[in-house]
């Protein structure tokens, strides 16, 4: 049992007592396409988080359900039915009082877990306002985006005609095929979106250009994901980051 909701008090009291590595996947409740649930942020983060926790003895949190505000160029903004935006400052807070708490319970080995892109500074701060009140004790916070992990031979396999990059491939071939792989129930292979990659310029504009983004929601075509890339990329994902987790911790 690697889920800390799972645990008992007492099995959690028993299970920290041997120093394991806690994640913390952090997601969103966002948009995702006309194919894949709100939830897929946080779904594929505690998915991931899962396999790294089953190789290294860890234990996995429950989801940061919400996240930091969808931008146009990476989630496609906060216009979508559904997309339930953070302010900057309340998920910085979730972060750190979470680390504090955990810290306070004896856990020294934390590692976030970031499945939705527009969270990455965010957590990152929560993290630092936390190390000042706990760093003294010893702690210490990993902190990755899982896409981040791609490997150029996996690049090869998923991507044959060129990987658009993370931001674009918002609801897409990633998204898509991991969901294929974790959980394909959630998928709606019927209403798979199919269109041209956005083009954004590069800057930003408030209020925000609706026309900026495709319909969809989705911002480049998810049509060429499958279950088989999806497991490619889960497998390729869990070893290069329990890796990583052993690496430091
Ligand atoms: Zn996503
Ligand atoms: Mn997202």
């Not at 505000?69 to 400052?89: E, I, Q, R, V, Y």
């Amino acid at each position: 049992m690697v889920h800390v909701s799972d645990l008992s008090w007492p099995e959690y009291a028993e299970r920290v007592a041997r120093d394991p590595v806690v994640l913390v996947p952090c997601g969103a409740l966002e948009q995702h396409g006309p194919h894949l649930p709100l939830g897929t942020d946080a779904i594929l983060a505690s998915a991931v988080s899962t396999g790294i926790a089953e190789a290294v003895g860890g234990l996995v949190l429950p989801a940061l359900a919400y996240g930091y505000k969808s931008m146009p160029k990476s989630g496609g903004g906060a216009h979508f039915p559904g997309t339930t935006n953070l302010d900057g400052g309340t998920v910085a807070s979730l972060v750190r009082d979470l680390i504090r708490e955990q810290v306070r319970h004896g856990v020294r080995r934390l590692c976030f877990v970031v499945g939705h892109y527009e969270n990455q500074w965010f957590v990152t701060e929560g993290i630092d306002l936390a190390m000042r009140e706990v760093g003294h004790t010893g702690v210490r916070i990993m902190r990755l985006e899982y896409w981040d992990f791609i490997e150029p031979a996996t690049i090869e396999r998923v991507f044959p005609d060129g990987y658009p990059g993370a931001a674009l491939e918002h609801a897409a071939v990633i998204e898509t095929s991991l969901m294929l792989h974790y959980q394909p129930h959630h998928v709606r292979l019927d209403r798979l979106p199919d269109h041209r990659s956005a083009d954004f310029p590069p800057y930003d504009m408030f209020p925000p250009h609706r026309h900026w983004v495709p319909s969809s929601g989705a911002l480049t075509s998810a049509k060429a994901a499958t279950a088989e890339k999806g497991r490619i990329m889960a497998e390729q994902f869990r070893d290069s980051i329990v890796a990583a987790v052993r690496r430091e911790f």
